[in-house]
C-alpha cells in the first residue's frame, strides 16, 4: 500500500502521517529568529499566512488524501503569480528604457539595451571583438548578459543601432590624485560602427555616461590602449584626464579620468590663471618703459 506523501518546498523534505511531529518542529525552527519573505509568500500560494495554518492545511491532506490537490491549487496559485511578476518585471524594464532615453537630434537617441536588441548588439559586439582580436566565441553570452543587467546602452539612428557602450557601475582605480584606489563609475566598452564615426557619436555616448554616473561616485574612467589617440581626444574634450598611474590592464594601459567635484576641476584652471597673471607681470616690468624709469 503506497502512503500519501507531501513534498515540502520550505523544509526540503517528504511528509506522511509518520514524520507530521517531526515536521512541524522543523517548521517551527525555520520561524526563528524570524519566517524569512520568501517562506511567507509560499505560505500564501497555499492560501495560508502562517505555520500552524500551512501544518493544519498538510496535514488535513495527508488524512483525506488531498495532496494532490493541495499540490494543484499551489501550481496554480505559483503560475499565476510568475505571469504578475513577470508583467510587473517587464513594465519595470519598459520604464527603465523610457527613461533611459536621451534624444540627441530628431533621429538619434541613446537608450538602455533590450533583448529585444540583442542579435544586433552581438553583431556589433562580434566586430569589435574581431577589430581587437579578441576571442568572439561567448560575445552572445556577455551580450545577452550586460543586457539582463542593464548595463549596456545603445546609440540609434532612425532606430537603427550603430554603437554602445557598456557601463559598470563600480571599479576601483589608483588614480593621480589620490593615494588610495577609489571607486569609479566605470566606461568599459564603447563602440561606433565604422560605417557611422566621424558624427561625434562617441562624444554623445561619453557624454551620456557622465550624465548618468551616480551622485555617490566622483570619478568616472576608462581605459584604453596608448595609441588610440582619437578616443583620447574626444575623452579629453568632455573633461577626461589622462592619469599617469596605469590601469593595471596590459592591453588598455592608459587610464583616463574624469573629475565630477567642479570645485576641484577649478583649481588647475585657478593655477593656470595665476600663472597667466605673474607673467603679464613680469612682462611689464621687463617692458623699455620701466627699463628707462630704474
Known amino acids: 500500500m503506497n502512503m500519501t506523501v507531501f513534498n515540502c518546498i520550505i523544509t526540503g523534505k517528504s511528509i506522511s502521517l509518520v514524520n507530521l511531529s517531526n515536521w512541524k ?54 503560475i499565476q503569480y510568475i505571469q504578475e511578476s513577470s508583467q510587473k518585471e517587464k513594465q519595470l524594464l519598459k520604464n527603465k528604457i523610457e527613461e533611459s532615453i536621451s534624444k540627441i537630434s530628431e533621429n538619434t537617441i541613446i537608450r538602455m539595451l533590450s533583448d529585444e536588441d540583442e542579435d544586433e548588439a552581438t553583431k556589433l559586439y562580434i566586430m569589435f571583438k574581431e577589430t581587437m582580436h579578441e576571442d568572439i566565441e561567448k560575445a552572445r553570452d556577455y551580450t545577452q ?7 549596456m546602452f545603445g546609440i540609434f539612428i532612425d532606430e537603427l543601432l550603430v554603437g554602445f557602450v557598456i557601463i559598470h557601475f563600480s571599479k576601483n582605480f589608483k588614480i593621480d590624485s589620490q593615494s588610495q584606489k577609489v571607486p569609479t563609475f566605470y566606461i568599459q566598452e564603447l563602440l561606433i560602427h565604422p560605417s557611422y564615426r566621424g558624427n561625434k557619436l562617441s562624444k554623445y555616448l561619453l557624454e551620456y555616461c557622465i550624465y548618468r554616473c551616480p551622485r555617490d561616485k566622483m570619478y568616472v574612467s576608462l581605459m584604453t590602449m596608448p595609441d588610440n589617440k582619437a578616443l583620447q581626444k574626444i575623452a579629453k574634450s568632455v573633461g577626461f584626464v589622462e592619469q599617469n598611474s596605469q590601469s593595471g590592464d596590459s592591453t588598455h594601459s592608459l587610464l583616463m579620468i574624469k573629475n565630477m567635484d567642479k570645485i576641484e576641476n577649478s583649481v588647475p584652471q585657478l593655477c593656470q590663471q595665476d600663472t597667466k597673471n605673474k607673467s603679464k607681470q613680469n612682462t611689464r616690468s621687463r617692458s623699455p618703459k620701466n627699463l628707462t624709469k630704474s
Open 25 to 78: 518542529k522543523l517548521l517551527k525552527g525555520c520561524s526563528i529568529p524570524s519566517f524569512p519573505p520568501a517562506y511567507k509568500k509560499i505560505l500564501l500560494r497555499y492560501g495560508v499566512s502562517n505555520i500552524d495554518e500551512y501544518f493544519q492545511l498538510v496535514s488535513d491532506a495527508l488524512k483525506n488524501n488531498t495532496v494532490e490537490e493541495l499540490e494543484k491549487k499551489y501550481e496554480n496559485n505559483k
Open 145 to 151: 548578459d550586460f543586457i539582463l543587467k542593464n548595463i
